[in-house]
T-cell receptor, first 117, second 114 residues
Framework: AQSVTQLGSHVSVSEGALVLLRCNYS??????LFWYVQYPNQGLQLLLK??????LVKGINGFEAEFKKSETSFHLTKPSAHMSDAAEYFC???????????????FGKGTHLIIQP | NAGVTQTPKFRVLKTGQSMTLLCAQD?????MYWYRQDPGMGLRLIHY???????AKGEVPDGYNVSRLKKQNFLLGLESAAPSQTSVYFC?????????????FGPGTRLTVL
C-alpha cells in the first residue's frame, strides 16, 4: 500500500523567501502525485499534479514541484513567499495499480505554512 | 457551475443522535468520495462510490453509511453519533476515477458531537 510522508507539520518562512515543503512517498510503482492547498475554512484546491510526463511540474500561484524517483520525493517550492500563501498544504498519492485510483487518494498529514512579514 | 456543494456547513449533535450529510455535484462525475479531516491526520477516506447505485468502504468506514441513489448526490449518514466522529467532513468527486485526474472538493461540513 502506498503512503505519504510530509516532513514538518509547520513551516515558517519570511515574506519573499523561498518556500520548500517536503513530500516523500512510498509505493511499489511510480505513483501519480498531487499537491493540494487548503485556505482557512475552505475545501481543498489542486495546486499541481505529476502524471508521468515532465518531472518538473508547474502549478498555480507560482508553485512548482519536482518528481525525483531515486529519492521517492515530490517537494513543493516557490521562489518568493507571499502573505497570501499562508495555508495548509497536502501531498497526496494515487497508485495506478491500486484500484486504478477509484478508491481515492492517500494524503499526507499536511504542512501548515506560516509567512512572517 | 457550482462544482461540489455540501450541506450543512456546521452541525452540533448529541451522542446517539443521527444525521445525514448531503453532497451534490453538477459536473456529471461518476466517482464520489467522503473524507474526514482531523488535526494532524490529514484526510482519510470513509466511503466512496464509482457510480450511481454503488458504494464501497474506504479506510475508516465504521460508524458511517452512505448511499448514491442519484448520480449527482452522495449521502453520508451517522446512525448513532459518537464524540470520536467530531471532525470536518469533505466530499469530493472525480470524472472517471482514474489516477490521472484530480478530485474536486466541496467546502466541508464541520461536525461536533457532544
Amino acid at each position: 500500500a502506498q503512503s505519504v510522508t510530509q516532513l514538518g507539520s509547520h513551516v515558517s518562512v519570511s515574506e519573499g523567501a523561498l518556500v520548500l515543503l517536503r513530500c516523500n512517498y512510498s509505493s511499489s510503482v511510480p505513483p501519480y502525485l498531487f499537491w493540494y492547498v487548503q485556505y482557512p475554512n475552505q475545501g481543498l484546491q489542486l495546486l499541481l499534479k505529476y502524471t508521468s510526463a515532465a518531472t518538473l511540474v508547474k502549478g498555480i500561484n507560482g508553485f512548482e514541484a519536482e518528481f525525483k524517483k531515486s529519492e521517492t520525493s515530490f517537494h513543493l517550492t516557490k521562489p518568493s513567499a507571499h502573505m497570501s500563501d499562508a495555508a495548509e498544504y497536502f501531498c497526496a498519492v494515487s497508485d495506478p495499480w491500486s484500484g486504478g485510483g477509484a478508491d481515492g487518494l492517500t494524503f499526507g498529514k499536511g504542512t501548515h505554512l506560516i509567512i512572517q512579514p | 457551475n457550482a462544482g461540489v456543494t455540501q450541506t450543512p456547513k456546521f452541525r452540533v449533535l448529541k451522542t446517539g443522535q443521527s444525521m445525514t450529510l448531503l453532497c451534490a455535484q453538477d459536473m456529471n462525475h461518476e466517482y464520489m468520495y467522503w473524507y474526514r479531516q482531523d488535526p494532524g491526520m490529514g484526510l482519510r477516506l470513509i466511503h466512496y462510490s464509482v457510480g450511481e447505485g454503488t458504494t464501497a468502504k474506504g479506510e475508516v468506514p465504521d460508524g458511517y453509511n452512505v448511499s448514491r441513489l442519484k448520480k449527482q448526490n452522495f449521502l453520508l449518514g451517522l446512525e448513532s453519533a459518537a464524540p470520536s466522529q467530531t471532525s470536518v467532513y469533505f466530499c469530493a468527486s472525480n470524472s472517471d476515477g482514474t489516477y490521472r485526474n484530480e478530485q474536486f472538493f466541496g467546502p466541508g461540513t464541520r461536525l461536533t458531537v457532544l
